[in-house]
């Protein structure tokens, strides 16, 4: 069973939402969000990435980067921009990208269920990723990115909140500088909260589709103040951690294409001769970019050229849900052997572009210096979850969730 939580969010007054409303922490550079917050003293970037109030010299690690966490957090709530609610409720959001929506339900989840493994993972986490948003959490004392989760749909949830949403006006809808819609409605209402929380208790599993290092993070807090107040209940708010949560259907996984700096001393012709060995090398004539239309099929660029790439037989087994990902059969027929890419998560050789960035981008690495890029067809959600409930680790850099989830509009107060 999965425990769910309603909680008193700490949350932009209305006519600020927008403004505070920030992408994930980890999906850009310091550089990249000191020019995200010119001009806008409300972001909540000031918060997640206190640096960008800093001298570029300081350590992003520095102590004084999470104490200007704090400082900022508190700020916003002094001057009124951020203020918590009187009452425990759950909250609804919906994002709109390019005509898709989803819509998930804003909680709290138990670190327990983390622990116990009810909330299941598919990544391996870092400890020096870890540790940086511990000691965010730890100084803000409180989570405040939520975790993005996905449970298996369930029809009556999914009308329950549809009627909510029909019935009752949003509290914040606006149109992102991405062009993606953003609406929350607060939901507010005893009976249907008990009622939702009823429904997730009976669910089996959640499981995390971004913010591995988030949730990761927030459990080692909890298991801190756990020790600091050894006579614990288990209901005080550090049992908790902040989690948006869809229904699986209403998700999309984008591409996570690679971009290689040189081909490991192989001549054009010799690799091209080594690629063919595990692949059937097809120019791709047609106009544009090749961007693979089913799995165990690539996109190539090299030397100015689109190539389709098809697996070929015997590279892969078709029982092993890891070893017949795309981004393994990948990794184990060509990247590893041919150009000496042993591990992905480490070399710096290899880098990684989201499916957001537009196949033009792989174009523009290369013409910047990288001698090949590899498109890829989407890993499929189906395939999360088998390989999350078989217990096993997708390869880095497996999955590309979008729209990200914006921070900011829902924090959680650890007290």
Request: proline share 4%.
């Given at each position: ?48 990435k206190a640096e960008v109030d800093l001298d570029p ?48 339900l804003v909680g709290c989840v138990s670190a327990d ?88 208790s009976g669910l089996d599993s959640l499981y995390i ?207």
């Amino acid at each position: 069973m999965a425990a769910l939580k309603a909680f008193r969010a700490i949350r932009p007054v209305p006519g600020l939402a927008s403004r505070v409303a920030a992408l994930p922490y980890d999906v850009m550079n310091s550089e990249e969000a000191r020019r995200m917050v010119e001009g806008n003293p409300y972001s909540f970037l000031h918060v997640d990435k206190a640096e960008v109030d800093l001298d570029p010299s300081v350590d992003i690690h520095d102590k004084r980067v999470y104490d200007k966490a704090r400082e900022n957090l508190e700020a916003m709530r002094e001057k009124g921009w951020l203020k918590k609610d009187e009452k425990e409720s759950l909250y609804i959001y919906k994002q709109v990208m390019d005509g898709h929506e989803q819509v998930g339900l804003v909680g709290c989840v138990s670190a327990d269920d983390y622990m116990n493994n009810r909330i299941k993972k598919h990544e391996n986490t870092r400890k020096d990723k870890e540790q940086d948003r511990i000691s965010h959490v730890k100084h803000c004392n409180a989570n405040t990115g939520p975790i993005f989760l996905m449970y298996r749909a369930q029809e009556e949830i999914s009308e329950m909140i549809g009627r909510w949403m029909k019935g009752n006006a949003p509290i914040y809808d606006f149109v992102s500088e991405d062009a993606i819609e953003h609406a929350v409605w607060v939901l507010d209402d005893y009976e249907i909260i008990k009622s939702l929380i009823s429904l997730f208790s009976g669910l089996d599993s959640l499981y995390i589709a971004d913010g591995h290092h988030r949730a990761a993070s927030a459990v080692e807090v909890a298991k801190m103040k756990r020790r600091e107040n050894p006579d614990y209940k288990g209901d005080e708010e550090f049992n908790y951690f902040l989690a948006v949560l869809f229904p699986h259907n209403e998700l999309r996984i984008m591409d996570y294409n690679r971009v290689v700096k040189d081909l490991n001393g192989y001549t054009a012709e010799n690799f091209m001769e080594k690629v063919n060995e595990k692949f059937i090398v097809e120019k791709f004539s047609g106009k544009g970019q090749y961007k693979p239309d089913e799995k165990h099929t690539f996109g190539m660029y090299f030397d100015n050229k689109w190539y389709k790439l098809t697996a070929k037989k015997g590279t892969y087994n078709p029982h092993d849900a890891v070893g017949s990902l795309d981004v393994s059969i990948l990794q184990d027929n060509l990247l590893n052997p041919i150009l000496g890419i042993t591990d992905p998560r480490t070399d710096d050789r290899i880098d990684f572009v989201g499916g957001i960035r537009g196949l033009e981008e792989l174009e523009k690495r290369a013409a910047e210096g990288m001698a090949i890029a590899f498109s890829l067809y989407p890993t499929s959600i189906e395939d999360l979850m088998a390989i999350a409930d078989a217990g096993e680790i997708m390869p880095p850099k497996s999955t590309w969730f979008e729209p990200k989830l914006r921070s900011g509009l829902f924090i959680h107060d650890l007290d």
